[in-house]
């Protein structure tokens, strides 16, 4: 692990410490007009820790690249899913793309306003299992800092953020309808952190994937509607102001009984002090 790498980790644990002080509001308005699946229109402003994972290389321009979301965790510091970083998704191994970028503060792919700054290094980690996807987290580390405005605490194992029935909300720039009607501007839905039984019921290792609690957290809404979908990969789901997952995957999007299945950020901060 690069020495950067680890002071940004550092940084993003103190941040941690900070979040008990100065809790970030993720107060939302309630209007809703269309998806993610379900959601509505955001400003980034609102959320400058939401980025965009972007290639222009194998993406094409006119959405400016984007191809998954991501977070900044600290200044230099953005986790994105282990699967955006996959010769599955690039259709080149990682390294071959030279042009890989997090855009951070631009609502809409569209136009200028923001920063689009290269990733120096992407870390993918290496417990990763593509065939049940656990541990679906990449480290991109930046090479320019982000404001420290811009960094979303994560919430560590036991907060309560993390029980069932608390209100969340996913953040990303992908498909609104299920059918690729992919969104040129950030959209928001919210959604309920969900038991694990109800994704264990879902998704009990039949060919619509297993549900492993020490690594995934289930999220959605029983009766469907609200969910993430394909494009959002990698960005955050936000509940109590603290990063709780990263889209990973779910079958279809926003169907009743296939909730939405993220990365357990609790289970992403004790892969990072592993490696760190
Ligand atoms: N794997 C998808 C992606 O790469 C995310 C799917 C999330 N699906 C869901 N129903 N929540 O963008």
Known sequence: MSRPFARALTASLSVLTAAA?????SAAPAAA????IGGRQVQVSDSPWTVAVSSRDRFGGTRAGQFCGGVVVARTMVLTAAHCMSRSVLGVARGE?????????????RADEGAEI?????????DYDGSTNSGDVAVLT???????????????EGDPAYEPGTRAEVYGWGDTTGAGDYAHTLRAAQVHV???SVCQEAYPGNSDGTYLPASM???GEARGGKDACQGDSGGPLVARGELIGLVSWG??????GSPGVYTRVSEVLRVLRKHS
């Open 21 to 25: 002080v100065l809790p970030v509001s």
């Open 33 to 36: 007009d269309g998806g993610i």
């Open 97 to 109: 793309v030279r042009d890989l970028k997090v855009i951070a503060g631009r609502s809409d792919l």
């Open 118 to 126: 290269p990733v120096r290094e992407a870390w993918v980690n290496p």
């Open 142 to 156: 930046l090479a320019t800092p982000l404001p420290e405005g811009y960094v979303l605490p994560m919430a560590d």
């Open 194 to 196: 969900l038991p694990d």
């Open 217 to 219: 957290l289930c999220a």
């Open 251 to 256: 079958s279809g999007c926003g169907r009743a």
